[in-house]
DNA sequence: CATATTTGGTACTGATCGGTAACAATGGTC
DNA sequence: GACCATTGTTACCGATCAGTACCAAATATG
C-alpha cells in the first residue's frame, strides 16, 4: 500500500465526515493497513492529521488560490468564488481545513501549526485579492483591506459549513450573495 | 445536592467548553455526584444534554428575544443585537445552542429535537421582527423575509462562534456591522 | 549464500467512554 | 418498631481509544 494512497484515504474521510468522529483505527481498517504500519509512516494521529490537511491544502485551497487571482474584476471574481463555494461538487461535505480550525483545541502541535500556516497563507491571498481591487480603484468603501480580508475569509468558511450542515446549494448561494453584496456598492443581481 | 444545581453546572461545563469534549464522568466529577445518580435524574447523556440546552434557552435565548422585540426602529434594534452578540461577558464561550448545533451528528434523539425546536422558535422571531420591520417600510430591499432571517440568524451564530474561539470582541463587532450593514438600504453609493 | 534492514502483521497496554448491578443510608408512613 | 420507597454510593461491564512490544516475511546488500 503507497503512503500517499493512505494519505488520500485519511484525507477522505477526515472530510467527508468530521475529523473529532475518525479514530486511527477507522482509517486502518478504510485503508486495509494495521495500525503499526500507519504509525510508522506517520508518527502519531497528529503527524497524519498535518500530513492529510497539507494534502488537502496542496489539492484544494490552492484552487481558490486560483480564483482569486484570475479574476478580472471584483464582481466576476467573487461571483466565480460564490459559484464555486456554493455548487462545486468536492465540497458537498465542506472544506476540511476549516472543519480542523473549529476543532483547534483537540489537535496536535503539528496539525495545529498547519492550521494557523494555512490560516496566515489564506488570509494573505485573500488580502492581496482585495488589495489590488482597491488599487485597481475596483473597490472603493470605508473597508480597510484587513477587515475585508477577514470577512470575506469567514464568510466563505461559513458557506462551507452550512454545505457540510447539509443545506441546499441554492439556498447557500443566497446567503453568499447577501453577505458579499458588502463589497459591491450597486444593487445585487437577482439569483438564476 | 438540587437537580437544578447539577443543572446549572452540566449547562456551564458544556458551554464553556464544548459539548463533544465534556463526558459525563467530567460531570459528575464537577457537580460532585455519582454517575448512577446523574442517570436516575437525567436518564441519558442524551437526556442530560437535552435538558441543559433547554436550560439554556430558557435563560439566555429569550435574552435575543427581548431585543428583537423592544427595538423602535431596525437599525437601533440590529445595533443593541450586535451589541450584545459581541460584547455580552456571559457569551465569551460563545453560545450553547449553536455549540450543539455544529455537533448535531453526534447527538441523541432527545436533544437533537431540542435543537430543531430551538431553530424553529429563533428563525419565526428572526422573522416576526423582519416582517415587522418590512411592514413598517423600514426595511424595503428586495430580499425575502425568509432570507434575511436565516442569513441573520446565521451571521449571529459566525459571530457566537468567533467570540468562542477567542477573536477579540472589537473585531466581531466590525465584522457584525460589515454583515449586517445589509439591512440598512441608506448605504453610500461611491460609484456605480 | 548470509546478513541486515525494512515492511507487514497479531496482540497487547493503560486509559476513558457511556451505562448499570448491587448495596447502604435515609426518611416518611402506619 | 415495621415497612417501603427514595437517594446515594462503590465497583463493575463491554467497547473503544491512541499507541506499542514483538514476531514473520520479504527485500536489499555484502
Redesign the pocket.
Known amino acids: 500500500?503507497d503512503n500517499t494512497a493512505v494519505l488520500d484515504i485519511a484525507m477522505n474521510a477526515y472530510w467527508q465526515a468530521d475529523p473529532v468522529d475518525i479514530?486511527?483505527?477507522?482509517i486502518c481498517q478504510l485503508a486495509?493497513?494495521?495500525?503499526?504500519?500507519l504509525?510508522?509512516?506517520f508518527g502519531?494521529?497528529?503527524g497524519l492529521k498535518s500530513a492529510a490537511l497539507d494534502r488537502y491544502a496542496a489539492q484544494v485551497l490552492s484552487q481558490i488560490s486560483a480564483i482569486l487571482l484570475q479574476g478580472a474584476n471584483l464582481r466576476d471574481t467573487l461571483d466565480a468564488l460564490i459559484e464555486f463555494t456554493s455548487t462545486d461538487p468536492r465540497m458537498t461535505t465542506g472544506c476540511l481545513f476549516y472543519k480542523m480550525r473549529s476543532g483547534k483545541h483537540r489537535l496536535g502541535p503539528k496539525a495545529l501549526a498547519k492550521v494557523d500556516q494555512i490560516d496566515a497563507v489564506a488570509r494573505a491571498v485573500y488580502g492581496s485579492f482585495l488589495q489590488a481591487r482597491r488599487d485597481a480603484g475596483d473597490w472603493p468603501g470605508p473597508v480597510s483591506v484587513e477587515l475585508g480580508a477577514k470577512y470575506l475569509s469567514e464568510q466563505i468558511a461559513l458557506a462551507f459549513t452550512h454545505r457540510a450542515s447539509g443545506l441546499d446549494t441554492s439556498a447557500v448561494r443566497q446567503m453568499l450573495d447577501l453577505s458579499l453584496s458588502i463589497f459591491q456598492p450597486v444593487a445585487s443581481k437577482p439569483q438564476s
Open positions: 500500500m479514530s486511527v483505527n477507522k486495509g493497513i494495521s495500525k503499526p504500519s504509525y510508522r509512516t502519531s494521529e497528529d
